[in-house]
């Protein structure tokens, strides 16, 4: 796997508690590259023919596999392990971070401030901001406070967490900088419409910018805007960013609704965004892309893979029944083209699409599998 490249905001762990980072990256790697599978093999071996020879027939969908899976001790041992590691993970980068918060806080100030390369990008914090209850209501893959809550002033807390945090949650096959899902759209961009240039774009839900520096380093002439619900994570962006020497623009703001002038821009993004939001919020952030593009704008979404049969689609939504990623198992099944039509796209301009980037053989383990999912529509 790719090292995690340190930047100035990045917490430095001790040796013991890098040790503990080690020992949940090693766990979480076992749980998924050698225990998941066993639960296919569960399945098909037991499972599945238990339920036939009680029924007369096999699960008609991913709801009567969870039943029957549940009841399953191999399943059992795997998903409590899997929570556990979750937890473990969390605990290990919360430790480093609270330990040195007040020093992070004050270097997010001095970045802030700092301008390297021709711009500065900027911070607009809107501290009315009602953040929506699909975010207040639970923590979001159980990490305290979610993307948020502000501990203390000037918090930059949710940021350091997120950005370590997804670096081990995925055993670092997101890359040094966790630039594969900006990298991933990237590379759709460039094989499916080579000849785009935006001058504008806007990253929708772009927490700590991981992806969005992405997008501006891609598009130098572009003006490159990040918004996101949460204060810490885009302190923690700006800060990033600044640190990196990209100007991006970053903005708390509601994705449903934000305060841009209609037809702001040529591009506009999100990436693993949708599945945290909810039914009713997913229609008014449709409605608000097509607002805010250009005639001949393009909207793109970038969604996690779901699964093709009710045993792969049970066991992706193991996120949403115990990791707290709640609208994710609605997703599954939803029609993405019809809700893009109801927000007011032309049908023959929308495209649900799948994608595999080409991936560097040390990112192959976890990531091989994935087809990610493609949601693309243009502005009549
Ligand atoms: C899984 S993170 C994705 C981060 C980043 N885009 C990436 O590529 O890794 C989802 C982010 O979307 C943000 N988000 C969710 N709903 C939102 C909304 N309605 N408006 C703005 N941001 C939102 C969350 O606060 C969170 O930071």
């Known amino acids: 796997m790719p090292a995690f490249k340190q930047h100035p905001m990045v917490p430095q762990t001790t040796h013991d508690e890098q040790a503990r980072q080690d020992f949940v990256s090693a766990l979480r790697g076992h749980l998924s590259g050698r225990l998941m599978p066993g639960a296919y093999q569960v399945y098909a071996a037991r499972v599945e023919p238990a339920f036939r020879s009680k029924h007369g027939r096999g699960p008609k969908d991913e709801h009567e596999v969870r039943h029957a899976m549940t009841e399953d001790p191999y399943y059992q041992f795997w998903s409590a392990m899997q929570r556990r590691s979750q937890e473990l993970l969390w605990e290990s980068v919360i430790d480093p971070t609270e330990r040195q918060l ?50 203390t002033a000037d918090d930059v807390a949710a940021g350091a967490v997120y950005d370590k945090g997804i670096n ?31 001058r504008s774009i806007l990253d929708l839900g772009c927490a700590i910018g991981n992806s969005t520096v992405v997008w501006a380093r891609a598009f130098p002439k572009a003006r490159v805007h990040g918004i996101d619900v949460g204060a810490p994570v885009l302190r923690y962006a700006h800060a990033r960013a600044q640190a990196m020497g990209v100007a991006v623009d970053f903005s708390q703001q509601n994705a449903e609704r934000t305060d841009f002038a ?24 449709l409605a608000e892309c097509r607002r805010l593009l250009k005639p001949g704008g393009l909207m793109l979404h970038l969604e996690i893979p779901r699964g093709r049969t009710d045993i792969e689609k049970f066991m992706h939504n193991w996120e949403s029944y115990n990791n707290n990623e709640t609208f994710s198992r609605y997703m599954t099944d939803l029609d993405l083209k019809a809700e893009t039509i109801k927000a007011g796209f032309a ?30 529509a243009f502005k009549r």
């Open 347 to 376: 049908a023959d301009a929308v495209l649900v699409d799948e994608f595999a980037p080409k991936l560097d053989v040390a990112q192959m383990n976890y990531t091989e599998h994935f087809l990610w999912k493609i949601l693309a």
């Open 168 to 198: 081990l949650y995925m055993g670092g096959a997101l890359g040094e900088e966790n630039n594969l899902t900006g990298d991933t759209l990237l590379a759709y961009v460039r094989e499916k419409h080579p000849s785009l240039k935006p």
């Open 262 to 285: 209609d037809g702001s821009f040529d591009l506009v993004l999100s990436h693993i965004v949708l599945h945290e939001t909810s039914k009713s919020a997913l229609t008014r952030v």
């Open 102 to 151: 007040p020093e992070l806080i004050d270097r997010a100030r001095t970045l802030g401030k700092r301008g390297r390369g021709k711009r500065r990008g900027t911070l607009r914090l809107d501290p009315k901001l009602v953040v929506p209850k699909y975010h207040t209501a639970a923590d979001i893959h159980l990490q305290p406070g979610g993307y948020h809550t502000d501990f």
